[in-house]
C-alpha cells in the first residue's frame, strides 16, 4: 500500500470527523502550515499528524496555546529537545491533577445527589403513608360510628 504524501482540506477533515472550518483555525493558529496551489491547500503528512497531535491534545485537556508551544519547540530540532520533553512531562502532570479534580468533584457531586435522592425517597414514602393512614380508620370502633352514621 502507497502511503499517501499529501491532502486535501475536505479529506482531513472526513478522516477526523471536524469541519474544515476548524482545520482552517488551526492554520490561522498556526497549528497547521499547508502550502498552497492557488486558492487550495494542500496538506502533507506532517500536517496530518499534526491534527491527530491537536485533536488527541484537545481530549487530554490541552489548550491550542499549549499545543502550539510544543510545535514549536520541536520545530527547533530536527527531533525534539530535552526542553520540550520536560515541558510536554509538565503540562501532563498539571492536566492529571485537573482530572483527578474533577473525578473529586464528580464523585463528591454524586454523593450529594444520593443524600438528596435518598431524602426525597424517604418524604415520599412518608407522604405515601400518611395518605394510607387517612383514608384507613384507626380502629373497628370507628368504623362502627362511621357504618351507623350513615
Sequence with gaps: MVKKETYSISELAKEFDV???SIRFYEDQELLKPTRRGQTRIFSSKDRVRLKLIL???RMGFSLSETKELFDLWDE????NEKQLLLMLDTLSRKRAQLEQQKNDIAMAEMEMDTAEARC????ADLEKRKKEQ???ANDDEEKTTAEQR
Design 121 to 124: 425517597r424517604e418524604a415520599l
Design 19 to 21: 469541519t474544515t472550518r
Design 77 to 80: 530540532t530536527l527531533s525534539g
Design 135 to 137: 383514608k384507613m380508620p
Design 56 to 58: 488527541r491534545g484537545k
